[in-house]
């Protein structure tokens, strides 16, 4: 059985209003990346929306491993009867057996190492992934395709003005850890491609740093780690200057956002997706989680001598989110908000 929390975020997508939810009735939706923390959200939200709302929606998921289904999914919701996986290699031309309305396509590595020392990979990875999909998109008649993006697009930007999607900063294509950043690019690119040259409504959501229940103890990622070292009672060393400022998003808002786009947005459009409220330095967030959920009894220090290369260069995505909000999208909470439901589940597991 879920988590309480976790029970009350599907509770949430699935009443969300402003989600047009009887377009899903009776269709057939594809999702990729459906085992990372935000397609695994989104799944368990459509698997309650789906009887509550009696959808009779059939969920495909492309997946790597199978095994890896077994590690996020309980047995109830892994044999569910509209829920089935399918294991593939995006990276080469395939079949899907049947229908495909929707396709949401989230299938992307996450972790700043990998990009670093895998960038080959993850381009190849990012870019023909999108291509197939896009392709089959065509064949099927899909009545929507949407690539899961990053605020990461933006690059370097200098100023802290707020950030509308035509507003793009500087990316240096020959930096490895670049490869993350423009393989986003050039998928979004490919999708307005398609919108426009096929007649697919294809689009891009522009997702923050998103994070929420159902991020693991273990996680690398900076907002992973702080939460670990005040639970552990222990400073949270920061390896830059944590001067990069940008929002976060809450796991099942990100959710909330993917499926209003998917079924109200525009063909060949991006949208950011983000809470505003949450826009902070990494510096700023680490001082409030060590007082926060530290008990004021742990610091943030900075290495003199850290590993940068892992990490984009200091940039402030103030993002917009007009566009979004303008489809009845709208963001809650706050940081406070989301560390503390993270923490609790990370702390006694599902």
């Known amino acids: 059985m879920s988590h309480r929390i976790i029970q009350e975020d599907m509770e949430y997508i699935c009443n969300a209003a402003y989600i047009p939810w009887d377009k899903l009735k009776g269709r057939t939706i594809l999702i990729t990346g459906g085992t990372g923390l935000i397609g695994s959200t989104v799944i368990r939200g459509l698997l309650l929306a789906n009887i509550k709302k009696d959808l009779g ?5 492309i997946v790597r491993s199978l095994e ?6 309980d047995d109830s919701e892994a ?19 049947g229908d495909v309305d929707y396709i949401i396509h989230g299938a ?38 949407l690539f899961l993006s990053s605020m990461e697009i933006y690059g370097k930007i200098t100023s802290e003005d707020i950030l509308t999607e035509d507003k793009l900063g500087y990316i240096d294509p020959v930096v490895i850890r670049s490869c993350y950043p423009e393989t986003k690019r ?47 009672g222990e400073d949270i060393q920061l390896l830059t200057k944590g001067q990069s400022k940008h ?20 063909a060949g459009k991006s949208y950011n997706a983000s809470n505003p409220d949450t826009y902070c330095s990494i510096a700023e967030m680490g001082e409030f989680v060590a007082e926060r959920f530290g008990g004021g009894k742990i610091s943030v220090t ?24 303008g489809l009845g999208w709208k963001p809650e909470g706050d940081l406070a908000y989301m560390y503390e439901r993270m923490m609790e589940v990370m702390e006694t597991g599902r």
Do not use: W
């Open 57 to 61: 929606l059939k969920i495909k998921v």
């Open 68 to 73: 890896r289904v077994k590690e996020v999914f």
């Open 79 to 97: 044999e569910n009867e509209c829920l089935s996986f399918i294991c593939k290699d995006l990276d080469t031309p395939f079949e899907i057996d």
């Open 108 to 145: 992307s590595p996450t972790a700043s190492a990998y990009f670093a020392s895998h960038p080959v990979e993850t381009i190849k990875a990012g870019i023909m992934g999108t291509l197939n999909l896009l392709d089959l998109a065509v064949k099927k008649k899909t009545e929507a395709f």
């Open 186 to 232: 050039m998928s979004e690119s490919l999708t307005a491609s398609y919108a426009s040259e096929y007649g697919v409504r294809a689009m891009s959501i522009r997702l923050a740093q998103t994070f929420g229940p159902g991020v693991l103890y273990d996680d690398k990622r900076v907002f992973a780690m702080m939460a670990r070292c005040a639970m552990k």
């Open 247 to 266: 929002p976060y998003l809450y796991t099942a808002q990100a959710a909330t956002a993917i499926l209003t786009v998917l079924l109200r947005g525009e």
């Open 302 to 325: 900075f290495a003199e001598n850290g590993d940068v290369s892992k990490y984009p260069d200091t940039s402030f995505l103030n993002l917009s989110v007009d566009a979004i909000t």
